[in-house]
């Protein structure tokens, strides 16, 4: 599918039903291909345990594909009954304060409780056996956002039990768990696998190792439920595409892992709903207030587009205000057509708009909607009008694999934050700072995790590996390509331990760096790098002391261990002592694509430029018009050079 297909989600059960028809109508109007539905109906379905009611859902699929829509079908399990949740109270999630999640809203459920399990699975035949086979539903979605509202960990009674069979099947013996653990450390040893509580609610941090293991155990939970309902659907809906929708900047479980279970990767698109949470500036924070950061959108695009290997939906795109961030600003005009472009740009395959109708009662009244509760059109659906137009100009495409590519850990990501050093360690950030800082460069991105083949890159940038396996170190030594290595990388084992060798453990040969010593800087200590050729950049946060026999590229002017080397370049591996941000981040970056033998492009700090097969885009986040960047002759087919403020261009070379 190379041509982008558009949908909506859609809620039939909240509209009476005289007005499906005309619905179903109009979405083929508007030029919609796709109608997601049913990810919160388990309830309504099934009133009382046994007793089904699937006529009214039997009706809408119908009108929905007798209009000529193909239906993206939901398993309901986000969203467990009353019923259900009194038979079974202990289905119920459990926050980190140990208080018990109620019913009322959604996600009230704990990924560890193996009778919910259960239950999701049977749920999930159920409407498997009745729509697996319809004409009309052409796709699944299992349950809704893994990690919404923050339910991927429970401190659950369900989640004890479950961690302490994990922990036996992985450590075999209690004495091999003290072992790795280290619970000599303050005299925490266990003598057998019940005793382990779960690491919350202590009275000073948990040991390391046991977080860590908590953290990979509630990860396995989710893909064991995600693989549970995938299992059902590929026997009982055949030849139909399954996929989540995953969250953006939701790091809590391992997104490489479910992946790999599922046909097309899905994900959740409100680039507003999440800017002031960002490290920009508030600066930048103001300049992107009604279009989104240039980079937040195009980096969960090319993360989930690399874990789906090439198949990416956005499932749910915001249309105009949303309703659950602190503050919830309109997007300017013209934004949701550019984010649907960007989308494409950056491999979508489809846009789904959340959601059809604005809601007139219960929750999330203030979210906005294709139309307004009257049925009036919104502005989405003034700018669907304008995509649809768009679509009909252009040819069909497929993204190439990038020449650059980001290896993001998501154990490594919880390591840093179980053991941070640093309280404002940037941690996730750095990989938005990264990938932000190589996209103002034009430079394309695909992600890789520490699973995945290394080869036909000719560089791989490491932000944050913290724990980094020998298999993983030779690949990327295998891989021939230039590395950029964040500080911190290999610097804890699997065990959560300090390499024998000190950091960065397995990469201290690709390196050639001994890291001595590290230490966290307040943003008020005044300290510097300063480049070779004289250039110097203050710095803060995280420092390491390093000691190396290789290029020194740049070194820290510090009260401390004045000199030592802040930049390190070995054959094929660059290797930062320090976290660099802004002007610095942007030099090194520079220099790493030249090193790498990569061509750069200096953006407008606005403008961001995409390639999809043979279709160039150019997408303005200002709100000045911006000149298309230097190129040789070309066709357009959208848009104009300059590109027009919160707008885009996209054209052929000739
Ligand atoms: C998503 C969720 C949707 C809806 C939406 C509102 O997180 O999947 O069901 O609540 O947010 O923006």
């Known amino acids: 599918m190379s041509k982008l297909e558009l949908g909506v989600c859609y809620y039939p059960e909240q509209w009476d039903s005289s007005r499906w028809g005309d619905d179903a109508a109009r979405m083929v109007e508007m030029g919609l291909d796709w109608v997601r539905i049913a990810e919160f109906t388990w309830g309504l379905i099934e009133p009382s345990r046994g007793q089904f009611q699937w006529e009214w859902l039997d009706e809408i699929i119908d009108v929905l594909g007798q209009a000529g829509l193909k239906v993206m079908m939901s398993t309901p399990t986000a969203a467990p009954p ?101 619970t000599v450390f303050w005299g925490s040893t266990y003598s057998a696998f019940a005793q382990i509580e779960l690491p919350n609610g202590l009275v000073a941090t948990p040991n390391p190792t046991h977080a860590l293991d908590f953290a990979r155990y509630s990860s396995d939970r989710v893909r064991l439920f995600n693989k549970t309902q995938v299992d059902v659907l590929r026997e009982h809906a055949p030849g139909r595409d399954i996929t989540h929708n995953f969250m953006a900047g939701s790091f809590e479980f391992d997104h490489h892992a479910v992946a790999t279970d599922l046909d097309i990767v899905g994900f959740d698109s409100y680039p507003l709903g999440n800017l002031m949470g960002s490290t920009l500036s508030d600066e930048e924070k103001r300049r992107y207030l009604r279009t989104g950061a240039p980079d937040y959108q195009g980096f969960h695009c090319d993360l989930y587009r690399s874990q789906g290997r090439g198949r990416m939906w956005i499932l749910e795109q915001q249309p105009g205000p949303v309703d659950w961030a602190a503050k919830n600003p309109s997007p300017a005009e013209g934004m949701v057509r550019l984010w649907t472009w960007a989308a494409f740009a950056h491999g979508a395959q489809a846009v789904m708009f959340f959601r059809w109708r604005q809601a007139n009662f219960a929750q999330e009244q203030y979210h906005t909607a294709l139309l307004r509760s009257d049925d009036s059109p919104d502005q989405a659906a003034i700018e669907l009008a304008q995509i649809v137009k768009d679509r009909a100009t252009l040819p069909p495409t497929t993204r190439k694999k990038a020449s650059v590519a980001m290896l993001l850990d998501y154990t490594s990501i919880w390591a840093a934050d179980i053991l941070p050093h640093d309280n404002d360690f940037p941690n996730t950030h750095i990989f938005r700072e990264w990938y932000a800082a190589l996209r103002v ?3 394309e991105i695909d992600f890789v995790g520490p699973e995945d083949e290394l080869h036909g890159y000719a560089l791989i940038i490491l932000p944050q590996s913290m724990i980094v396996t020998t298999d993983l170190s030779a690949k990327l030594e295998g891989s021939g390509a230039k590395l950029l290595i964040g500080a911190r990388s290999g610097s804890k084992t699997s065990q959560m331990r300090t390499p024998s060798n000190l950091a960065p453990g397995v990469l201290t040969d690709l390196t050639s760096v001994r890291v001595v010593r590290v230490e966290s800087l307040p943003d008020i200590a005044e300290e510097s790098v300063r480049l070779l050729d004289g250039q110097k950049f203050d710095f803060t946060g995280w420092r390491e002391i390093v000691e190396t026999e290789a290029n020194v590229l740049a070194r820290f002017k510090s009260a401390y261990c004045d000199a030592s080397p802040a930049i390190i370049r070995s054959d094929c591996a660059t290797y930062l002592a320090m976290v660099p941000r802004g002007a610095l981040l942007h030099v090194i970056m520079c220099n790493v694509l030249e090193w790498a033998g990569l061509d750069l492009l200096d953006c407008d700090p606005d403008m961001r430029v995409a390639r999809r097969g043979t279709l160039h885009f150019a997408f303005n986040f200002g709100d000045m018009s911006k000149p298309l960047p230097a190129g040789g002759p070309r066709r357009i087919l959208i848009g104009s050079d300059p590109v027009n403020a919160r707008d885009f261009t996209v054209w052929k070379e000739n």
């Open 82 to 182: 009353k019923w259900l949740i009194d038979e079974y109270p202990d289905i119920l999630p459990v926050g980190p304060d140990g208080r018990v999640r109620g019913f009322g809203s959604r996600r009230h459920y704990c990924f560890s409780s193996d009778i919910y399990l259960a239950e999701a699975q049977r749920i999930a035949k159920e409407y498997a056996c009745r729509y697996g086979k319809n004409p009309f539903v052409c796709a699944w979605q299992i349950d809704n956002e893994y990690n919404d509202h923050d339910s991927v960990l429970s401190f659950s009674n369900a989640a004890r039990t479950g961690f302490q069979r994990w922990l036996e099947t992985k450590y075999g013996t209690i004495n091999a768990l003290n072992e790795t653990w280290g």
């Open 441 to 443: 460069l034009g430079v």
